[in-house]
């Protein structure tokens, strides 16, 4: 492999010109392939998927989860509250005005026309919102004493100064039948503690007023969603303004987590980042005595990336970005392959000399590196699977073309007498004879052989996310008002015949309505209220149909008549009431439903093709939980979602799908380096370390109690690629002579302060997930380098320098001429 690259070398050299020209063609050609492509933003796809829960995940993706933002305005100082409703209106109208594009809804405020639309909606289908209670007050309103009561008391409403609408709905319905239905609207609203005022949404003791913004957006686009995050901020800022103390408000929502997210990661990454470039920059050019060494160190890296960005657009037609985006952080470990070769460069090896040293263990290691990122494959995650082969293809890719590349462009410029850096005389350091640091890691093994068990995985997501100070306080806030944090379940019922699934949401809305009477639940939101299936609809008319006898509607037309003359009403006021009990109903479709716009049915229904889903909302205490569960556990083509309990589940499934993947990986690199060495102590020589670096980083994490989570258990693949670039290093350094050991342990520390500087720096950020993988990074690389330089060289003694009987240390064991020594042992 050497003499082949030695041979293109030379041929390169005597036609730099046309390597020059093909080199910026393959890069054209690879950029513009990569900016053609699509990206997937959604972040569920790191969650496994599998045939048991295939079914799970097409109910996720198609019911409406809807996540709102909550505009909470409070009454500060104010003795009336049309400050609060004031405060509302200013916030609409430049709402309205500014972020129209960002809005798909608001509730909270009803029109005049839309109260009067749903309430002749209402009345015309007066039988569809009625149940067994109803009619059960209806008939204590027949009574002839109770007739006369409640003419009346119309008179009385009908001479007072009273609204519109109330005379109105006197006239049409003297008994107040569709008021009843009405209140059935209540269990598609929030809270009984909320009444209308002016419109708008407003607590009982009118300190509180609610509004709802549904985002036009899905919350995973952070980018068009903070710009409306900016303006609601912007307005609430000049409305507490205006308003001082008379009325302030706060939001609570989703989408503004995943905005502020968003931004904390970018601002994290910029800071830390910026920061960490400057001093990877500067300790670059220092110790490699070139200006230009930056742009020589990354460009393999970059063609690694872009390659493998291009065959991933060809095989996909989409590319999870989050995969991306984590592999971006995963390519650190392509560095490693610039660095050896230039160190070895700048130690004046000539360029025989360098490919015999380095293309080996190179290609090696980034064959090891790629397979063990290629069990990814195994995981049942798209996203991951994406990670796996992004990564596989930008190791493989950077490491061959840093071999072509960085000889042909870099020179060494250290005299041999020449002042030694720092590193190097870090790297030139016997570990392996330190007896603290042999010790230290006796210790290390000790400790972490009763402390590994204690290191648990955070199954629950939401504890990664980063809420900003505001966003804590009007959640507190909300919670002492409508019991926010309060734990949520979700029943669906799915299926693709859409009276089937009605049919089943109309069973599911039955037993919400006897859990509540029971007391086992604390309240729930159904849309069961309103729209039912053709066969309960049908049963509703019937109902009403039998209700309505002609001896019936004739004594009450009678009663009606008689009493409304005592009070001058003409023998025709009631007139539309009379036909109302005469009318021929008929059952309504989900399209007639949506045209009322007070109904949020799309929060409820919602439909991808053939596949429907409706979903009901019930909030629980923790005790009822399971028992909740229990009870529609059995419903066909119903499913509970507990979605903290389904992350979890989710989630759990990737954690042990990454156990699994640890042994895949192991067993890889096993087989590799038996094929590479072909010797079984070589092997063990440069596995143990691996190995006993993963258990110490999993024992320093349950020292510290630190726990795995979604991303830094991801991170783990790039510690364990690292752990074996380092060792396949040592093990080629030691079987080389001192010197050449030197000199990849050199590269070695350079790669060191390249990943604790280009990733362990996140250590500063303040956002959760990226403190966590920065933590699990910093300790798995540390562990991974002194582990090499301590154990590696002691096994090397005694595995291969004992057993051929040479009295001389691991760092001065070099092979004789004919690279025998250790072929055959």
Not at 272 to 296: D, H
Not at 614 to 620: A, L, M, R
């Amino acid at each position: 492999m050497a003499n082949f690259f030695y041979t293109l070398y030379n041929k390169i050299q005597r036609h730099k010109t046309v390597f020059g020209v093909t080199l910026i063609i393959i890069f054209g050609l690879l950029i513009w392939t990569a900016s053609t492509i699509k990206f997937d933003e959604d972040i569920s796809k790191l969650i496994p998927s599998n045939s048991e829960n295939e079914q799970l995940q097409k109910v996720l993706k198609t019911a409406q989860f809807a996540d709102k933002i909550i505009v909470h305005i409070e009454k500060g100082n104010s003795v009336t509250t049309d400050d609060l409703t004031d405060y509302a209106s200013q916030l609409l109208d430049s709402l309205s005005t500014h972020s129209s594009e960002f809005i798909k809804d608001i509730q909270g405020k009803i029109e005049d026309e839309t109260i009067f639309k749903t309430m002749d909606f209402v009345y015309n289908n007066v039988p569809l919102f009625l149940n067994t209670k109803d009619y059960s007050n209806i008939s204590n309103k027949l009574e002839p004493d109770s007739i006369a009561k409640i003419t009346e008391n119309n008179y009385k409403t009908l001479i007072s100064p009273s609204g519109i609408v109330s005379k109105q709905t006197i006239i049409k319905d003297p008994l107040g039948i569709s008021l009843m239905a009405l209140k059935h609207l209540q269990q598609l609203g929030i809270s009984d503690d909320f009444t209308l005022k002016d419109g708008f949404l407003v607590s009982k003791d009118e300190r509180h007023l609610l509004l709802f913004i549904t985002p036009a957006y899905p919350s995973n686009n952070t980018t068009d969603n903070a710009k409306f995050s900016e303006h609601l901020y912007r307005f609430q800022d000049d409305l507490n303004t205006v308003f001082k103390h008379k009325a302030q408000s706060s939001y609570f929502g989703g989408t503004l987590i995943a905005v502020a997210n968003a931004q904390q990661i970018k601002s994290d990454i910029q800071i830390t980042v910026t920061i960490a470039m400057v001093l990877l920059m500067t300790l670059f050019i220092v110790f490699y005595k070139k200006l230009t060494i930056p742009i020589i160190l990354f460009v393999p890296t970059l063609f690694g990336g872009l390659l493998a960005i291009t065959v991933l657009s060809v095989i996909r037609s989409e590319i999870s970005a989050i995969s991306l985006g984590i592999g971006a952080v995963l390519l650190g470990v392509t560095l490693d392959y610039s660095l050896h070769i230039l160190t070895h460069i700048r130690n004046n090896e000539t360029v025989k000399e360098l490919f015999d040293s380095v293309s080996k263990p190179i290609l090696m290691s980034s064959l090891t590196t790629a397979l063990a990122f290629l069990c990814l494959l195994f995981v049942n995650s798209p996203a991951l699977q994406d990670l796996g082969v992004f990564a596989a293809i930008s190791v493989m890719g950077a490491s061959v073309f840093a071999l072509v590349f960085i000889p042909q462009v870099y020179k060494g410029k250290s005299a041999p007498n020449a002042k030694r850096s720092i590193v190097d005389k870090i790297a030139s350091y016997d570990f392996h004879k330190n007896k603290i640091l042999i010790g230290s890691i006796a210790v290390l093994l000790i400790i972490s052989a009763f402390s590994y068990q204690r290191v648990t995985f955070n199954q629950d997501i939401s504890n990664l996310n980063f809420q900003p100070e505001t966003i804590k306080s009007a959640e507190a806030k909300l919670d002492t008002l409508i019991n926010i944090s309060s734990k949520s379940l979700y029943l669906i019922a799915f299926g693709t015949n859409e009276q089937k699934v009605l049919e089943t949401n109309d069973e599911i809305f039955n037993q919400l309505q006897n859990l509540e009477i029971e007391d086992q639940i604390l309240s729930y939101n159904s849309v069961g209220a309103l729209v039912g299936s053709d066969k309960k609809q049908q049963e509703s008319i019937q109902f009403w149909n039998q209700f309505w006898t002609a001896e019936l509607k004739t004594q009450i037309q009678s009663e009606l008549i008689e009493n409304g003359n005592k009070f001058g009403f003409k023998p025709t006021t009631f007139e539309e009431f009379y036909a109302l009990l005469d009318h021929h109903f008929q059952p309504l479709s989900i399209d007639d439903y949506r045209k009322i716009n007070v109904i949020p049915i799309s929060d409820f229904i919602a439909k991808d093709e053939d596949f429907m889903t409706i979903t009901s909302v019930v909030n629980v205490e923790n005790d009822h939980i399971e028992e909740i569960k229990n009870t529609f556990k059995n419903y066909d083509n119903t499913l509970v979602i507990d979605r903290q309990a389904i992350n979890e589940t989710m989630l759990g499934h990737l954690k042990n799908d990454f156990n699994k993947l640890l042994v895949y990986c192991v067993i890889v690199v096993v087989l590799l380096l038996l094929i590479f060495y072909q010797n079984i102590r070589l092997t063990l020589v440069t596995v143990i370390p691996i190995i006993i670096t993963w258990f110490v980083t999993i024992g320093i994490m349950g020292l510290f109690h630190l726990e795995f989570n979604i991303f830094n258990i991801i991170i783990s693949s790039f510690i364990f690629g690292l752990g074996v670039d380092y060792s396949i290093f040592m093990t080629n350094g030691m079987r080389s002579g001192k010197s050449s050991m030197t000199t990849h342990k050199t590269s070695i520390i350079l790669s060191v302060l390249t990943t604790i500087l280009g990733v362990g720096v996140l250590i500063f950020a303040k956002h959760p997930a990226l403190h966590s993988l920065a933590t699990i990074s910093i300790i798995g690389i540390l562990a991974a380098m002194f582990i090499s330089f301590v154990l590696q060289p002691i096994l090397y003694q005694f595995l291969i320098s004992k057993e051929s009987h040479v009295e001389k240390s691991p760092a001065d064991f070099a092979d004789p001429p004919d690279g025998r020594s250790d072929r055959n042992l």
